[in-house]
């Protein structure tokens, strides 16, 4: 998607949001979601260990670049993934708030890259395992090592997708990054009643990005089996939950 039409959307985007802090929402499930949760800002012990680590993981990757240790045509991906996660720390903590809201027993992160925003689910409880679906081995093998040995964080696990779909694995708590491959999000379409569980929550990160997050994003949301859709633009929020009537939102939220 080019960047004047991404920039046109969060115009229209913005025109279409509703400001005010959880008023105007009749379910007291989503008010408190968005009141207590989202508009909230609450601080954890979590932000203040990973914060820093976002300068030692970037540093990192420049040293492994600097000293030709990255193949020489995968520089320019590597300074992307750098950029990117300088610039989300925002949206990393608003989805550790989500997470920490939901009870999570078995979470997963899609998405190529470098994932650092996997190590803020991975955070939420060191007892229980991130399955991490779709990270191509040419980011892990350069990254596994700085996220056990320096930020310590263990508890993730790579998996292969498509040897994982055939054994239901029902996740609770999802996270597409914007590198989430398009034929992982397709398959994801046809192959979700194997894949997630009766009651769920999905985040997609920056789901008006390009086109194959928009319709994935746009698909998602016209499921019967997710009762609550929430548009903040770089973050779309989607929950599966027993007992509620489907509701859409479109919030403004600065990140």
Not at 114 to 123: H, P
């Amino acid at each position: 998607m080019g960047r004047i039409h991404y920039q046109l959307k969060k115009r229209i985007y913005r025109l279409k949001a509703y400001r005010r802090k959880g008023f105007g929402v009749h379910s007291p499930f989503t008010f408190h979601l968005i009141s207590n949760v989202i508009e909230a800002k609450l601080q954890y012990y979590a932000f203040a260990v990973l914060s820093p680590y976002r300068k030692v993981v970037a540093n990192g990757l420049k040293v492994k670049m600097k000293e030709k240790v990255v193949e020489k045509e995968l520089v320019k991906r590597f300074k992307e993934e750098i950029h990117v996660m300088e610039s989300s720390e925002a949206l990393d903590r608003l989805q550790f708030r989500l997470h920490n809201f939901w009870p999570t027993k078995k979470p997963a992160y899609f998405g190529g890259g470098i994932g650092f925003s996997m190590l803020y689910m991975a955070k939420i409880d060191s007892r229980i395992d991130v399955t991490c679906l779709g990270r191509e081995a040419i980011f892990s093998k350069h990254i596994n090592n700085i996220y056990k040995s320096d930020v310590g964080v263990t508890n993730y696990k790579d998996v292969d997708y498509y040897s994982l779909v055939r054994q239901k694995p029902a996740f609770d708590f999802l996270v597409f990054s914007e590198r989430t491959s398009s034929d992982i999000l397709t398959d994801f379409l046809n192959n979700i009643d194997l894949l997630v569980d009766e009651e769920c929550m999905i985040l997609v990160q920056n789901p008006h990005r390009n086109e194959n997050l928009a319709f994935f994003w746009k698909q998602l949301k016209q499921l019967e089996r997710f009762s609550v859709s929430l548009d903040l633009f770089h973050l779309g929020i989607l929950i599966a939950r027993k007992g509620m009537q489907k509701q859409d939102y479109v919030r403004k939220y600065r990140f």
